[in-house]
């Protein structure tokens, strides 16, 4: 049985069409897998940046037993605490502005928990108490998940905008809505070293 031109010019075309309507899915459904991977990148930071929040007033409240009058140092960890967790930021609307105010707002926290850290150094009794010396490693254990979680994050972000940005995709990325999501940068002045004087 002989073909026709005309059917073997359809099958053909037909062959095209499937081809280039199987890219076209597995690009958006790789998108929209490495989307879903940035946003649980980002809620697994939120967690931890949220275990740090916790363990906060614990940690204010065992200290203000031993120092008091450094009402100052507490109120400032507090009022930071309070600007941090209610600094958010809605994964799917991620730029480099939320970013800063959100880094901004958890820089300040970690500022004024630095502070209080430098008020205990006076209370040595407060450094020998049990309960501040678990609060403090757990603390301790939380910056280092963050900056874990950070770190994976921007990975998970690099790999994300790599995708939507590289060509052809960028054309259907644009066409579906995928948007670059903004990475965590180190803060301001943290490429000089710091200057110890003796």
Do not use: C
Request: hydrophobic content about 45%; charged content about 20%.
């Amino acid at each position: 049985m002989k073909l026709s031109k005309g059917i073997i010019t359809l099958l053909v075309i037909a062959g095209i069409a499937l081809v280039a309507f199987m890219w076209v899915k597995n690009s958006y459904n790789k998108m929209v897998l490495q989307e879903e991977q940035v946003t649980t990148a980002w809620a697994q930071v939120e967690n931890v940046y949220q275990r740090r929040a916790d363990l906060i007033p614990n940690l204010v409240a065992t200290v203000k037993g031993y120092a008091s009058h450094e009402s100052k140092t507490l109120e400032a960890v507090v009022n930071a605490r309070a600007k941090a967790t209610q600094t958010t930021i809605d994964p799917t609307n991620m730029t480099a502005e939320t970013m800063a105010r959100f880094q901004s707002a958890q820089g300040e926290l970690s500022q004024a928990l630095s502070r209080l850290m430098v008020v205990v150094e006076q209370y040595p009794d407060l450094k020998a108490n049990q309960n501040f010396l678990e609060l403090q490693a757990q603390l301790e254990g939380t910056e280092n998940r963050i900056t874990v979680e950070r770190q994976k994050f921007n990975e998970t972000a690099r790999l994300y905008n790599t995708t939507i940005r590289q060509f052809p995709k960028n054309i259907f990325a644009g066409m579906f809505g995928f948007e670059r999501k903004a990475y965590f940068e180190a803060n301001e002045g943290a490429q000089n070293a710091p200057v110890v004087e003796f």
